[in-house]
């Protein structure tokens, strides 16, 4: 069994509890009502996309060699 590693984004919404994307993972979306609960079910949605992968033969994608950056800009609105 292979360990594999995800980076998740939560965002806050408006009317509660947090979405949940896995950049690495296109379409990998789910929701908590808490930051915690967010984070479960992200396990889990992780979890299915890898299975639902290997059913179909798929390749599974990595972050291996991925790079982050935040970067700020001035918006004029």
Request: aromatic letters at 8%; one cysteine or more; glycine letters at 8%.
């Amino acid at each position: 069994m292979k360990v594999l590693s995800y980076r998740i984004l939560l965002r806050k919404e408006p009317e509660g509890g947090y979405t949940v994307i896995v950049p690495s993972l296109p379409g990998c979306i789910t929701y908590g009502d808490t930051i915690d609960e967010a984070i479960e079910m992200a396990k889990e949605a992780i979890e299915l996309y890898i299975e639902c992968l290997k059913e179909h033969g798929e390749e599974i994608p990595t972050e291996e060699g991925t790079l982050e950056y935040s970067l700020t800009v001035e918006a004029y609105a």
